[in-house]
Structure formats: C-alpha cells, structure tokens
C-alpha cells in the first residue's frame, strides 16, 4: 500500500481538522466555575464524551447544537449541576467559534493537489459552513449527519460515504479514509472495508479526551500526530 494508490481522501473534520476538544472545553470550564465545580478540561472531556455520543445514538435525526445541548445536560446530571437552557445553548452554538488546528488547511490544500477531498462529518450544515469558513478550503463533496440522518460510527455514514465516492467517479478501493477517533471513524470505516490514517491529535495526552473509547480493537493502516506529518509523507 502507498498514497500513489488512492485518488480521494475522506475525512472528519471535528477532532481531525477542528479543535473542538478546545471548543467544548472552553464552554465547560466557564459552566463548572460558574457552579464552582472544580474539574480539569481533561476530566470535563472525559466525563463529557459518553454523553454526546450516547445523544447521536438515541436521537440520530436531531441537528447537532440540540446534540451538544443534550450532551451537556447528561454532563450536568451526571455531576449533579445544574444547566439551564441558556447555558445548554452556549455549547449547542459554539460550533462555528471552535478553532482549526493551525496545520489543517496548508495540509488540505497540498492535499488537493493530489487527490480529491471529500468531508463526513457527525454536523449540520450550518454548523459544518462556519467551520469551514476557517478551514477556507473548497472540498469535492461535502456530507454531514444531517444529510445522512444518523451520526458516525453508524454504519449508514459509511454506506452514504461509498455511494458519494461511486458518484464522484472513485474506484472501489481508491478511496482512503482520514480522521482522529477510533471510535467514530476507524472502528466503522475498517468494518466497511476501508484503508485508514489516523490522524493522532492526542499523541502527547493520556487518555481519549472527547471521544469514547472504541468498543474493539482497531488498527489504522497509517498513524502521524498532525495532518502537516501526512501531507508531508504523502509529498515525500
């Protein structure tokens, strides 16, 4: 296997190309100090994860701010804090506040060169257009939860993922999917027989901050710890 073998890249943007463990942090340290809850980001992200993963899986038809205002209040009993409506609203409209990692859109328009790039992602549109309006970058295709109707790890976001990639012209097996979590990503990507580079944003930090911990195994067919590390192997 090498990059010559593939003619689109897919990716997830959250976690992948945005920050939003730095955007959902900076929502939960300013809700726990105001209730004098004192926890880390780290232990907030942790204790935060199950709960928005858990709302994708239960409501997979809700738009993702009604996603993070359910995530947020399932934070909030679990920690016996309370969350009024508007501080479950400060999270749920965040999205587009949340910052790009700073290598994300000179690794992506390298990319480009090279391949075709194609966005799945666990949002709306709306929220996915303010992001990208940070990322500046014109993907091929772009699919969101909203359009699919249900969230990653769902089997039926990887089943829309082939089909758009059929549309676009890509050959079975020419496309090489791109993304942070193991456990919304790779786990289910593997499963629809796809190659894998995970993208390990985490590298340098224990544990899975945002994101669950995968419910099996997974082993990504490339791992580097920023898109700049694979944009440069991919250039090499």
């Known amino acids: 296997m090498n990059f010559g073998d593939y003619d689109a890249l897919s990716f997830d943007c959250y976690g992948t190309l945005i920050d939003w463990e730095s955007g959902i942090a900076t929502v939960l340290r300013g809700w726990a100090g105001a209730h004098g809850l004192r926890m880390s980001d780290e232990e907030l992200l942790t204790a935060y994860s199950t709960h928005e993963a858990q709302a994708e899986a239960d409501f ?3 738009l993702y701010p009604k996603i993070l205002a359910r995530a947020m209040r399932g934070l909030g009993a679990q920690l016996g804090v309370p969350v009024s409506d508007d501080e479950a609203k400060s999270l749920a409209v965040s999205v587009p506040d949340w ?5 994300s859109t000179e690794a992506l328009e390298r990319l480009a060169r090279r391949y075709q790039l194609i966005i799945l992602s666990n949002v709306d ?14 993907f091929t295709s772009i699919l969101t939860a909203e359009d699919i109707g249900s969230y990653k790890p769902s089997p039926r976001n990887f089943e829309a993922l082939a089909r758009e990639a059929g549309r676009l012209g890509v050959a079975e097996g020419r496309l090489l999917h791109v993304a942070q979590s193991l456990f919304h990503d790779h786990v289910p990507a593997k499963a629809a027989g796809l190659p ?4 390990n944003r985490r590298h340098d930090n224990p544990g899975g901050g945002a994101t669950p911990a995968p ?6 067919d490339w791992t580097f710890p920023s898109m700049r590390a694979f944009a440069d192997a991919v250039d090499a």
Do not use: E
């Open 125 to 138: 549109r709306a929220s996915f257009a303010g992001s990208n309006q940070r990322l500046g970058i014109t």
């Open 60 to 62: 997979p038809g809700d």
């Open 215 to 220: 419910p099996s195994a997974v082993t990504p």
């Open 99 to 103: 910052p790009a990692f700073p290598d």
């Open 196 to 199: 894998t580079v995970w993208i």
